[in-house]
């Protein structure tokens, strides 16, 4: 007897080989992790005596951003389909959206989410340390501070810039428009958890999660990442410009002994607006935590699209993970976060 073709069937097979694309996407994202480690320790170990800490630094930064940032988005807009029919699809997802100023208005609402969840991954962290040690693992972006302020300066520029729009692209953009159709919740709940696991250590986790389904939402209303890029930047910036300051030798100067008797007259501008920023940052915490938990409960709860319905949040998680590339991309999220390979590339070097 032959199979009858039914509009449900037909969504069903569909959503199987999304699945199948995205769980291997995400696994050769988290390949390039590994990539990424074995080219920045091999630019390490070939090049430390002959390059400058600052010329060492910005090849780590561009290393990172092209195995992390720049390939990824390359290869899921052509897994996804973004550059075919006159790349569409590309153009409609930075269309800016009719209520942007109002979507971007956000900022303070998703700034407070991220802070209340980093919070209460630093209370977890405290009460989970007494008992044992958290690998944090690598990330290639962050693992060492910057040795001079040509450094810091190409680090903000990574952070405010190449991270939020490629990283937008990535996953309010390719992901979401891949999942989108199968269930608007399920989209944001998917995409803003990779976010957070693409992260590649504890310490990030949960807040990058957090603040990848508020992005999610954000995405979802208004069927852009114009909006959500520049919110993701507006976030970063802040970690960048603090990162800037701290590389200052009179704000170093004054956080290590707490006096600014050391510090040169003319660099008092410097520790001035260094306390202004942390100032207005400590404001902006506050206030977006209050501004979250408003947010929070006006968010309705997301319906999955009627034309399929059948099917639910549990049974397509469990079809997302039960892909053969989805537990190869478990396998290497466990990697990344227990840092096997990251020791094992250390010992190669």
């Known amino acids: ?135 944090d693992s690598f990330n290639t972006v962050t693992s060492i501070q910057p040795p001079d302020m040509a450094s810091a300066w190409f680090l903000l520029f990574t952070l405010v810039v190449i991270a939020p729009v490629f990283e937008e692209f990535i996953f309010r953009g390719v992901l979401m428009d891949a999942l989108k159709p199968y269930g608007n919740g399920f989209a944001i709940f998917v995409t803003g958890l990779l976010f957070g696991l693409f992260h590649g250590n504890f310490s990030q986790l949960f807040y990058t999660a957090v603040i990848g389904i508020a992005l999610g939402y954000i995405g979802n209303v208004t069927n852009s990442v114009f909006a959500t890029t520049i919110i993701h930047a507006m976030f970063n910036s802040i970690s960048g410009i603090l990162l800037l300051l701290m590389t200052t030798p009179s704000v170093q100067e004054y956080v290590m002994s707490g006096s600014t008797e050391a510090i040169p007259d003319g660099d008092m501008i410097v520790i001035v607006f260094f306390g202004l920023f942390m100032v207005s940052a400590l404001v902006l915490m506050l206030a977006g935590m209050v501004c979250a938990v408003l947010k929070i409960k006006q968010i309705r709860k997301y319906k999955v699209p009627a034309v399929w319905t059948e099917i639910s949040n549990g049974r397509k998680t469990a079809m997302l993970l039960l892909t053969v590339p989805s537990v190869i991309a478990i396998l290497l999220i466990i990697d990344t976060f227990a840092g096997f390979s990251d020791m094992l590339v250390s010992k190669l070097f």
């Open 1 to 135: 007897m032959e199979e009858i073709i039914t509009p449900e069937n037909n969504k069903l097979s569909s959503f199987k080989k999304i699945v199948f694309k995205t769980g291997l996407f995400v696994a050769i994202c988290f390949a390039l992790r590994i990539v990424a480690s074995l080219l920045i320790n091999g630019l390490y170990a070939l090049f430390e005596d002959a390059f400058s800490p600052t010329v060492l630094y910005i090849l780590h930064l561009l290393l990172s951003a092209i195995c992390l940032q720049i390939g990824p988005s390359i290869i899921g807009a052509g897994m996804f389909g973004f550059f075919g029919n006159k790349c569409e699809k590309l153009k409609a997802i930075y269309k800016i959206p009719s209520r942007c100023v109002k979507a971007v208005g956000n900022f303070a609402a998703v700034y407070g989410m991220g802070q209340i969840a980093n919070l209460l991954t630093m209370l977890v962290t405290i009460l989970i340390t007494q008992f044992a040690d958290l690998n």
